[in-house]
């Protein structure tokens, strides 16, 4: 695997889902749910950060005109900024609704199980953030 070259592991023609790591399966399950809602989603695995490979994202939301950045880390300092941030620098024109994250909450991440569900993505708080960004 190359370094710096994101690689589309589905294709979506509705909303592209920007991934890394253990957000990828989740981001997977999110658009196989979707496609039997009628939203087709594409989902982006970054497969790294540095070099970060923002023209296979710009591409995918070319392709789709939405764009929802999934990341484990908290909302606040998180990789899903710089990737919002450059779309929005490079590609704003392509974008036809708001760019969305679904992040970690701001808060230390609790050792209780049914704490931390709480805060990290799912793949309901992916699937329901796609549903409100397909209907804008």
Excluded: H
Aim: hydrophobic fraction near 50%; glycine fraction near 8%.
């Amino acid at each position: 695997m190359p370094l710096g070259q994101a690689s589309v592991v589905r294709e979506g023609a509705d909303v592209t889902l920007v991934s890394l790591a253990y957000t990828v399966p989740m981001a997977l399950a999110a658009a196989e749910r979707l496609a039997g809602e009628g939203i087709s989603a594409e989902v982006v695995d970054l497969r790294c950060l540095i070099p970060l490979d923002m023209a296979t994202v710009l591409a995918s939301v070319g392709r789709t005109s939405r764009l929802v950045v999934v990341e484990e880390n908290p909302y606040q300092g998180g990789w899903g900024g710089t990737v919002v941030s450059i779309v929005a620098d490079e590609g704003f024109e392509l974008l036809d609704a708001p760019i969305r994250r679904v992040a970690a909450a701001n808060v230390p991440l609790p050792f209780a199980d049914a704490l931390e569900d709480r805060v990290m993505p799912t793949v309901d708080k992916v699937v329901e953030t796609v549903r409100k960004l397909a209907a804008y």
